[in-house]
């Protein structure tokens, strides 16, 4: 089941504005991905992460893999219109005995007003 | 190109009906997954598969059945067992040496 606690569930930002949001657990993972969903949509994989403290840009989207290896950020910079959707975090957690399956977070949900 | 289907995009049934939903994949990938998204909430696995012929119950495998029996195609069947059948279907897959899941554009099942 869910391990992952997302938050915010939701953001309201203006067109412009940077935003941040994180996944965070009591477990310890090995592989952290970010993914985005539009409406009625398939999730886009943003990012992968694979190592502790390991930053990685796609664009103006900017995710860490936290040091302590339990959490995990995603920042958007300067956010336009087309930001708008839910954004996923999800992770493959050490000592998962259920081969190849992720932990996925409850996702947080972003709102651009123009 | 390659990819992911899913079809259809939308689907509706009677309760009581079986339906399957399809899930194709060019990418020769070896894992495919199913999972279950309900307004507002997160991803539920129903089922996974890591090889042909061989699949894995998810959180709430209850009332859905699955087969492997091509690398390429991994059907859902939602079966008239299933209480809540109405939602949005997910079909994902991975390719063997990462973790990383691809999606496909889902099927939004609507049974009445």
């Given at each position: 089941g869910q391990q992952l606690n997302q938050s915010p569930q939701s953001m309201f930002i203006q067109e412009g504005e940077d935003v941040s949001m994180n996944c965070t657990s009591s477990s310890i993972f090995n592989t952290w991905l970010w993914y985005k969903q539009d409406p009625g949509e398939g999730p886009v994989l943003l990012i992968a992460l694979y190592k502790a403290g390991e930053l990685t840009s796609n664009g103006r989207l900017t995710a860490q893999f936290g040091i302590t290896r339990k959490d995990s950020f995603l920042n958007i910079s300067a956010?336009?219109?087309?930001?708008?959707g839910i954004y996923f975090c999800a992770g493959r957690r050490v000592g998962e005995t259920s081969g190849s399956r992720l932990t996925f977070g409850e996702g947080t949900q972003l709102t651009v007003n123009p | 190109d390659g990819g992911i289907t899913q079809s259809p995009k939308y689907l509706f049934r009677k309760e009581g009906q079986n339906v399957t939903l399809s899930c194709e994949q060019?990418?020769?990938?070896?894992a495919m997954y199913w999972y279950r998204q309900d307004p507002g909430q997160g991803l539920r696995l129903i089922y996974y598969s890591q090889i042909v012929n061989d699949f894995q119950k998810g959180d709430i495998a209850e009332g859905y059945s699955v087969s492997r029996e091509k690398k390429e195609s991994f059907p859902l069947t939602v079966t008239s067992?299933?209480?809540?059948?109405?939602a949005f279907y997910l079909c994902a897959s991975r390719p063997g040496h990462t973790y990383e899941q691809y999606f496909g554009p889902g099927t939004r099942l609507t049974v009445t």
């Open positions: 956010s336009i219109p087309s930001d708008v | 060019n990418l020769n990938h070896d067992a299933q209480k809540n059948p109405t």
